[in-house]
């Protein structure tokens, strides 16, 4: 999806950089949050098509915003690609449980992170 708008939200301030040029150098809207509250907030209001979600955030976790995402008619159909040092095999299963549509590890590789936000996209 050509000119998606996508929300990226992530607490360190080089990673959200370079997610942000890497995304915009493609051609997606780019929205940042740095919490789990800010990135509710902007959730609602600017109404991404996908979020780019670290677990490990201030104020709420990746797992909480996840789930209030897809409890919500509002937000329930937004794609989530959780995205985090977290990898544990039950970390994994706990974002999927909470809505995620897919659950990446850091590092990540720049083609990856891409070829994932497109078959979210699709």
Known sequence: MVNAK???V????TIL???TDLLQNEGYETITAIDGEEALEKAVRE????IVLDVILPKKNGFQVCRQLKTSPATQDIKILMMTSKSQDSDRFWGIKQGADDYMTKPYED???SENITKLLQ
């Not at 109404?47 to 996908?50: C, K, R, V």
């Open 6 to 8: 996508i929300m990226i």
């Open 17 to 19: 950089r370079n997610i």
């Open 47 to 50: 109404n991404p098509d996908l």
């Open 10 to 13: 992530e607490d360190s301030p």
């Open 111 to 113: 083609q990856e992170l």
